[in-house]
């Protein structure tokens, strides 16, 4: 039972450039979340998602597009990276039940835009 | 605008002694209170939580207080071990939708010997 794991764990980008990141989970959770975390800040929710094709903003979702055709996956996209998209980026899954249910984080990607 | 605030980036305690980790909100609608442990290179870990209509909860070594009144909560370890040295992230939880955490900024705690 691997949990919740992400590929690549470090990328480097230059400017303009696109890529996506791969989150994956095992545990048949309908819920997964993807979130940004900056020095001196706690994680801040970019978008997230209740269910195989389906997709909703967070906080901070300008320059991020997701999509979850599977619903062990959910994909990150960067069209056009910028600098300010330098972060390390979590991915979560939870299901809901009850009213209040733990989120299972991934390891984490370390991206770098230059 | 910061809904969740953790005023102390860092925080060093003797082994064996209490740690105590403080968080400070502002949004009534919270609805869980949550805290999750980060170690360098891996995602952060549920530890603890607790319920708007509580004002106490322990699991072990840990436990968590809730000030409704002063909007604050904290974790409080006793003792403290050398493993527990990481960085402590306070969150709360918003239903919309989806259960969404708002999180702290974090605090470093560090136990020395």
């Known amino acids: 039972n691997a949990g919740v794991t992400q590929t690549p764990k470090f990328r480097v980008l230059k400017t303009g450039q696109s890529m996506t990141l791969l989150c994956a989970q095992d545990?048949?959770?309908?819920?997964m979340y993807w979130y940004r975390q900056d020095p001196g800040m706690g994680l801040r929710l970019i978008h997230y998602?209740?269910?195989?094709?389906?997709?909703a903003k967070g906080e901070v979702p300008d320059g991020y597009n997701v999509s979850r055709l599977k619903k062990q996956n959910f994909l990150l996209g960067l069209e056009s990276a910028a600098p300010s998209q330098t972060s390390v980026y979590f991915c979560?899954?939870?299901?809901?039940?009850?009213?209040?249910?733990?989120?299972?984080f991934g390891p984490g990607t370390r991206l770098t835009v230059t | 605008d910061q809904q969740v605030k953790q005023n102390s980036p860092s925080l060093s305690v003797q082994e064996g002694r209490i740690s105590i980790l403080n968080c400070d909100y502002t949004?009534?609608?919270?609805?869980?209170f949550l805290w999750y442990k980060k170690y360098p290179a891996e995602g952060p870990t549920f530890l603890i939580s607790i319920s708007s209509i509580k004002d106490k909860n322990e699991d072990g070594r840990f436990t968590v207080f809730l000030n409704k009144s002063a909007k604050h909560l904290s974790l409080h370890i006793v003792p403290s071990q050398p493993g527990d040295s990481a960085v402590y992230f306070c969150a709360a939880s918003l239903i919309q939708g989806a259960q969404k955490l708002v999180f702290g900024q974090g605090t470093r705690l560090t136990i020395n010997p």
């Open positions: 979560a899954s939870s299901q809901p039940i009850g009213r209040f249910y733990e989120q299972y």
């Open positions: 949004n009534s609608m919270f609805d869980y």
């Open positions: 998602s209740v269910g195989e094709g389906t997709t």
């Open positions: 545990m048949n959770h309908e819920y």
